[in-house]
């Protein structure tokens, strides 16, 4: 087991690590998430699946924001390969900083704008300064 277990994190296998570890740790709090939800459902006597009266969305949600979150999602999967990990990431840390920051009626406010450019070169440049010279594991 102890051989098994070495032989599988070995640097060649490194990127298998953080899925597997980060799916099981899902993976445990779906299983509470269910179980929390089943007493619950017992407690007040109602079904487990429930689907009546149930709106996905709550009413007046933000649809900019979930909306452009999506579509800055879609485009940085798209822009990871053309612009690598670091630039990609400085762009769209930034934007979806901007897009969280955005108050009804205004459109950018030159502070939160700066703050924003702040942490996404502070971020995306300390994650990569960790993985790659600390680590030394290569991000795509």
Same mark, same amino acid.
Request: charged share 15%; net charge positive; aromatic share 20%.
């Given at each position: 087991?102890?051989?098994?277990l %070495?032989?599988w994190?070995?640097? %060649? *296998?490194?990127?298998?690590?953080f899925p597997?570890?980060?799916g099981?740790?899902?993976?445990?709090l779906l299983?509470?998430i269910l179980?929390?939800r089943?007493?619950?459902?017992?407690?007040?006597?109602?079904?487990?699946i429930n689907?009546?009266?149930?709106?996905?969305? %709550?009413? *007046?949600?933000d649809?900019v924001k979930l909306?452009?979150?999506?579509?800055?999602f879609?485009?940085?999967?798209i822009?990871l390969?053309?612009l690598?990990?670091a630039?990609?990431?400085?762009?769209f840390?930034?934007?979806? *900083?901007v897009?969280f920051e955005?108050?009804?009626?205004?459109l950018?406010?030159a502070?939160?704008?700066?703050?924003?450019?702040?942490?996404?070169l502070?971020?995306s440049?300390?994650v990569?300064?960790?993985?790659f010279?600390?680590?030394?594991?290569?991000?795509?």
């Open positions: 087991m102890q051989q098994m %070495r032989e994190l070995k640097i %060649r *296998n490194m990127h298998f690590f597997y570890l980060i099981t740790i899902c993976g445990i299983v509470i179980i929390q089943a007493i619950k459902c017992k407690k007040e006597g109602t079904p487990f689907f009546k009266g149930y709106h996905f969305f %709550r009413e *007046n949600y649809k909306w452009g979150s999506v579509i800055l879609v485009l940085y999967i822009c390969p053309i690598h990990f630039w990609a990431s400085v762009i840390i930034f934007l979806f *900083n897009l955005m108050k009804p009626g205004k950018f406010e502070k939160s704008v700066l703050i924003s450019a702040v942490i996404a502070a971020g440049w300390g990569w300064y960790l993985f010279k600390v680590f030394n594991i290569t991000l795509p």
